[in-house]
């Protein structure tokens, strides 16, 4: 596998459809922190599609979780942050049996310095805000580990 390719670790979409219907997807999701705050996407499409929900995403083959995590808080937020910045803090998974779609999420807790104002670069969430308290109408998956990342 030829390192320098932008697109390693990625397969062809259709095949990656077949994928997704038979065996679950090795994922990241980002607790974005700063302070008291923490930041939330207003997802755009399926799955939770409408929900506050975290950033995250598929991890490339080969790549390590940290690093996916780092990657993952580039593309999604803009926001660089360094591996000192980024601490393990569960595994959890999600299943949308409707979709045929199961994820197996490694969480982590990433606290930058600055809150500042996110701009969308992704097109997986069509908003992005900073909270500082869980809402009960929230996925039951984003109140649990918000919870476990110490907030109420």
Known sequence: MNSNNKNTGWIPEEFYKKILKNIP???????ITHGN????GR???????????FPGGRIKKGEKLINAAVRKTR??????????????????????DALGLHTINT??????????????????????KW????NNSWPLYVKKFLKKAGFK
Do not use: M
């Open 43 to 53: 997802r755009a499409n399926e799955p939770a599609k409408d929900c506050w929900f």
């Open 107 to 128: 969480l982590f807790v990433i606290k930058i310095k600055e809150k500042t104002k996110i701009k969308n670069h992704d097109n997986q969430h069509n908003k992005f």
């Open 37 to 40: 705050y923490f930041l939330l």
């Open 131 to 134: 909270f500082s308290k869980i």
């Open 25 to 31: 997807i090795a994922c990241v999701d980002l607790i």
């Open 75 to 96: 593309e999604e937020v803009g926001i660089d942050v360094n591996i000192s910045d980024v601490s393990l803090l569960s595994v959890g998974e999600t299943i949308y």
